[in-house]
């Protein structure tokens, strides 16, 4: 497998504005699987946070209250990019992410966002791996680790944690890939 870092990314949102209230990544290599870094921080969106999303997140008022900008978040997710010297589209998992996150920095220039226009969806990745292999698709983060006799690593809608297990997936993903190509 190709010696490539990729960035992962996952946001937390506020609802029923949208409005990110945490951003979490972690660099791993494809190589060797390993993360890097791991990186989070909470937003200050100057909003009451809803409770269902307080309980589902486990992200405090205070939390958010003394979080820094989306702005600074930005800049520090483009150094760490840029330290590890990333693949320019990040992982997720779905596809709202990276198109949240540019929409609410208000950068309308592809060029000048970090990850350009396209990330690697990694649900879309496993759910076609389920397909190729005549298996029912479940799509959500944590089924999907269970589906691949993986255990979920962190606190379920913790940006952080969700960033790291999308990593994990798609190098699980492209390990059973290289399994079935190596048969062939």
């Known amino acids: 497998m190709k010696d490539i870092n990729l960035l992962s990314l996952d946001l ?10 945490q951003i979490g990544a972690v660099v791993g290599n494809l190589a060797s699987g390993k993360i890097l870094e791991e990186y989070s921080a909470y937003i200050n969106c100057g909003e009451i946070l809803d409770p269902f999303i307080i309980n589902l997140t486990g992200i405090k008022q205070e939390n958010v209250d003394n979080g820094i900008s989306l702005f600074t978040a930005y800049e520090q997710l483009k150094e760490l990019h840029k330290k590890y010297e990333c693949f320019r589209n990040p992982t997720c998992w779905g596809s709202g ?13 592809d060029e000048l966002f970090l990850f350009g226009r396209r990330w690697i969806d990694v649900k879309t990745v496993f759910i076609s791996y389920r397909w190729a ?34 990593f994990r997936i798609f190098c699980e993903l492209l390990r059973r890939f290289n399994n079935e190509s190596t048969k062939s």
């Open 97 to 109: 992410d990276t198109t949240c996150l540019k929409k609410q920095l208000h950068i309308t220039d």
């Open 133 to 166: 292999n005549n298996l029912s698709h479940q799509a959500g983060l944590a089924k999907a680790l269970t589906r691949l006799s993986m255990q979920f690593d962190g606190r379920k809608h913790d940006a952080k944690a969700d960033s790291k297990n999308t």
């Open 12 to 21: 937390e949102l506020n609802q029923p504005s949208g409005s990110i209230i």
